[in-house]
């Protein structure tokens, strides 16, 4: 293996008729090793690495996934994603996936694993934002998004109290404890911090999902992390809206940004295969505005909630029947 390429693979998601793995290439290490420190300069400099990248632009990739090889090529930023067909059944549950890098002899420079996830079709599946849903992020300010940022490690950013405690229960809700719902992460932050947020969400106990994030950014843009990519959000909704069209979703988002009005587009959209809509209460002064969209969302026959603390929402799972 070649040193000075890595392939970066990030969990995917589908069915047997649709396949989609995403990831990158870098013409160096992409990432070293997380220290867990509460020394803000060891912080700093961790995160300043992420976004310290060389994408390896325009270089042949291959996926394995069992018997099957698939064949692309990587985006000028070093972004690969496979979309396929299985050529059998596929069980649901995780399945791992193989990627390598290939130079034009046909030499492998770098390989990555990563995994896929084949939901069972009969259950609830939950998209849920990131930051400010999830994880306390403070998106609409850039100042207090960045010192979250720098100061935090995985192992000290905060998320709302009892949120974990509703995503295991919904997890878990009508299936089997073998079988949970999907969960899928769609965020406007970007592909830089996948293992940052991946590491944050399985320390907090938070289900194990797909993570959908924004394009990649270098260091001189780390000013503005976060604050892109809404377009591209709706994008990745419906894209996961489209390939599982016999699962009823749960959307939760907040009120800092833009998940009320990219919600209630999609309800528009899609009013049957979606459940309900949730959405925390973060920017009080936009209440109004807020319940205004989520009306609308009632109006096509979805149950649509703002919460102000996730004890609120898990009595509503309760009273509309999504947690037993």
């Known amino acids: ?185 769609v965020s406007s932050s970007e592909w830089n911090l996948y293992d940052y947020l991946v590491e944050t969400f399985r320390f907090n106990k938070l289900p194990d999902g797909a993570f959908l994030l924004n394009t990649l950014k270098r260091w001189k843009d780390l000013v503005r992390t976060g604050k892109t990519g809404h377009e591209g959000k709706l994008l990745r909704v419906m894209r996961i809206l489209d390939a599982f069209p016999n699962q009823k979703f749960v959307f939760f988002g907040d009120n800092s940004q833009q998940d009320p009005k990219i919600y209630s587009t999609i309800v528009e959209k899609y009013p049957k295969n979606i459940e309900a809509v949730y959405i925390r209460n973060i920017r009080p002064e936009k209440e109004v505005e807020t319940r205004q969209l989520l009306n609308k969302v009632e109006e096509k026959g979805v149950s649509a909630f703002l919460f102000n603390n996730s004890e609120e929402a898990i009595e509503h799972s309760k009273s509309i029947g999504l947690i037993q």
């Open 1 to 185: 293996m070649n040193k000075s390429a890595s392939v970066k693979v990030y969990h995917g998601y589908g069915h047997a008729h649709n396949l989609v793995v995403y990831g990158h290439v870098f013409k160096r290490k992409a990432k070293t090793q997380q220290v867990y420190s509460n020394n803000l300069f060891v912080n700093i400099a961790h995160l300043l690495k992420l976004f310290i990248l060389k994408p390896y632009a325009f270089v042949e990739v291959r996926l394995q996934f069992f018997d099957q090889t698939i064949y692309n090529k990587t985006e000028g930023d070093g972004f690969f994603k496979f979309e396929w067909k299985a050529e059998y059944e596929v069980p649901a549950g995780w399945h791992f996936v193989k990627v390598e890098a290939v130079d034009k002899n046909g030499k492998v420079l770098s390989a990555g694993e990563g995994k896929v996830y084949v939901p069972h079709i009969t259950q609830y599946a939950f998209i849920s934002d990131v930051d400010d849903t999830v994880m306390i992020s403070h998106s609409a300010t850039i100042g207090r998004r960045l010192r979250e940022l720098f100061i935090k490690n995985p192992h000290t950013r905060k998320t709302f109290p009892n949120a974990a405690s509703h995503y295991q229960q919904l997890a878990l809700s009508h299936t089997e404890e073998n079988q949970p719902n999907p969960f899928f992460y």
